[in-house]
Structure formats: C-alpha cells, structure tokens
C-alpha cells in the first residue's frame, strides 16, 4: 500500500532552490515524514525528518503543511552532487519497518 | 571505523542454487534490514530484524531466508525458490529502529546466469 506519491523525476539548475514535493494524504497522526537520498549505486542516506513542524539542518529543510498531508523538500542550493533518487517516507517514528517507495529522480543540470 | 560491510560486492551463480550475501555491522546497532533494489527501481524491503534471534517479513520475503543468531550479522540466502534474483541488495541497520540514524552497506550486485 502506498502511503506516499512522488513525482517520478525533475530537474533543476545548479545553485537554484529544488524543491521536492511528496503526498501523503493518508498519514496518521503518530507518523513522521522522512527523506532519504540515494546517490547512484550507493545506499540510501538520511536528510531529515518531521511531524508536523518545519525543520532545517544543514542540508535541507523541510516543510509540512498545516494538515499534514503534503510535504515540501528543500534544497536551498543545488549543486551536481545532489543529483539523485530522494525518497519520502512516512511511519511512526519508533516503528521498526522502514519501507522505500520508488522516489524522485532529481537530476541537478549545470 | 564503524560501519557495515557486505561482501562480496560482486557475485555470480548460476541458476538454481543458493546463494548466501553476508552483511556485518560493528555500529552496535539492534535492528538490521535487507533490500533488494532492481535497476531504475527504488528500494524494497526484504527481511528486518529487530533483535537477536527475532525477524520479519518485509515486502517480498518469498524466495530468501535470514538469520540473526548474532547482533552483528545478519545473513541473507537467495533460494532457488527466488524466481528472478538478479539485483542490487543492500544491508542496512539502525539504532532501536530510529530510521535518521541508519547506516547501509556498500551492496553486494548478484547476478544469476
């Protein structure tokens, strides 16, 4: 079942903002939302994670809206080396599973 | 350094045999996980672990088998009964099931000829 959509891929130009929506109209109340990236032939790495509120970190922020059904990845300056698949992933947040859906291809062009 | 290690990252069988991918991790991490991913797919859960001797179905078990008999290993089989096991697989684990630190394995590719 598929609790999250994604847009298949997009582009974006080097030193430009991406942001990277994701759909999750069937989250849960004690469910997080929480990206990944995998760079090309390698695992997946962590980005960031929320409930409800927005977050930063040093490497992207994040932005939920106020009904929580949607979210917002931000990459505040792309560079090639975010060219990626950035996944989004909602659970609760001590729930052992943790399942990949199929991602967006985010391809950062100079 | 910590981390996990799978080996080998390359490996060849010829159908219908067994094959078994090891993944080891010295991170002191309780839950371990197996993915498969296939080329231009995302990632697709296997088998996770969340303890010692203790392991679950992921979303497409049939066909492979795990172990947990240590906290620092756990071991996948690729059975013959796996019907198309060519791919990517990847080990990863976490802290308690804490997805923001989990850590993967550099992936071990198997082809079956």
């Known amino acids: 079942d598929a609790k999250t959509t994604q847009p298949t891929s997009m582009d974006c130009a080097e030193g430009r903002a991406a942001n990277l929506p994701c759909n999750h109209s069937?989250?849960?109340?004690?469910?997080?939302v929480y990206w990944y990236r995998q760079i090309h032939s390698q695992g997946p790495q962590y980005i960031i994670h929320?409930?409800?509120n927005n977050e930063t970190n040093e490497m992207a922020s994040l932005i939920i809206t106020e009904d929580r059904k949607s979210s917002t990845l931000i990459l505040p300056h792309a560079t090639l080396r975010d060219t990626a698949v950035y996944y989004c992933?909602?659970?609760?947040?001590?729930?052992?599973?943790?399942?990949f859906g199929a991602g967006t291809t985010v391809t950062v062009r100079a | 350094d910590g981390g996990i290690t799978q080996s080998p990252k390359y490996l060849f069988r010829k159908e219908g045999q067994n094959v078994t991918l090891s993944c080891e991790q010295n991170?002191?991490?309780?839950?371990m996980y197996w993915y498969r991913q296939d080329p231009g797919q995302g990632l697709r859960l296997i088998y996770y672990?969340?303890?010692?001797?203790?392991?679950q179905k992921g979303d497409i078990a049939e066909g492979y088998s795990v172990s947990r008999e240590k906290k620092e290993s756990f071991p996948l089989t690729v059975t013959s009964a796996q019907k198309n096991p060519t791919a990517f697989y990847l080990c990863?684990?976490?802290?308690?099931?804490?997805?923001?630190?989990?850590?993967f394995g550099p992936g071990t590719r198997l082809t079956v000829l």
């Open positions: 929320g409930l409800k």
């Open positions: 991170l002191n991490h309780d839950a």
């Open positions: 992933i909602v659970r609760p947040y001590n729930d052992y599973k943790l399942s």
């Open positions: 672990s969340q303890i010692v001797n203790d392991f």
């Open positions: 990863a684990s976490t802290l308690a099931g804490l997805p923001d630190t989990q850590y």
């Open positions: 069937t989250i849960s109340g004690n469910e997080y």
